[in-house]
């Protein structure tokens, strides 16, 4: 990148773990963290908003070390860099924020150190960052992601020719993806992992097909996270049962939680949403949908943006 430019990225929110898709299946959404960023003498990422405030400003930064991790893998340092940050996805529920800062921080590293990383690259970088591909994946390529994870490898499918309406329902309370895998099993029985591999594979058939109903029957048969998850996750319950009555087809734990999401088909979600607000006034509805463009990079001229004011 040249002096004078700055380069503008926008990287959509994820949900992960749809339904039986454990650490394989994801989808982005239009929530969107953006970072602005130019060369400078030194570090400075400059928050929009009050939520992102909380976030070190200088070096120590997360997507400023993940942007120096990514230069450094590739025998470049990363220079210095003043970047302003915001973002719509809201923090530790469970909608990828932490998925589209990696993405946002290896997009930052290709963009000032002219890396020129293939797509592939970009995805094999995250999805190790992150641990999984669903979330990563989904904030790089856009659409419906359905991807596997292996030492030797990163393999993912990004479709994006499926619609229909999504509702978050996102508490005011947050949750760690730490505190919510410690509930899992730490083994199966080989009977029990070939009937969930089974309902994770009959839910994407369905979602090709466009059979919805179908598609939230698995949903709700889930045996991967659900099951174990629904203590940490009160009003899961609760969605599950009223959901369908509001016009949704589906319900899903978006990733670790809490948020919650039902999908609807396209138009219902207006609804749906209103259904849902009267059920939990004290939570947030979010009608979303899929974005099928996945992340974007713009390289401007600093003379063409007009700079927000910060906080």
Known sequence: MNEGEMVVIKVPGSTANLGPGFDSIGLALNLYLTLEAEKADKFEMIPLSEALSIYPSDE???????????????????PGCKARISSEIP????????????????????ALCGL?????EKLELSSRMEGHPDNAGASLLGGLVIGCLSEEE???????NIEFDIIAIVP????????????????????EAVQ????????VAALLSGNYTLAGKMMSGDLFHHPYRKKMVPHLEVIEKAAPGLGAFGVTLSGAGPAVLCLAETGCAPAVAEGLRRLLPDMEIMPLKIDQEGCTVLKKSLAELEIPHTI
């Open 172 to 191: 005011k309370e947050e949750l760690l993806t730490k505190e919510s895998r410690g509930v899992l099993p730490s083994e199966w029985s080989f009977r």
């Open 196 to 203: 969930a591999g089974a309902v994770g594979n009959v839910m």
């Open 91 to 110: 923090l530790t529920r469970g909608l990828g924020s932490s998925a589209a800062a990696i993405v946002a921080g290896i997009e930052l590293a290709d």
């Open 116 to 120: 020129q990383l293939t797509q592939y």
């Open 154 to 160: 990163v393999s993912v499918q990004s479709i994006k």
């Open 60 to 78: 120590s930064n997360f997507i400023f070390q993940v942007a120096m991790d990514t230069a450094k893998k590739y025998g470049r340092e990363l």
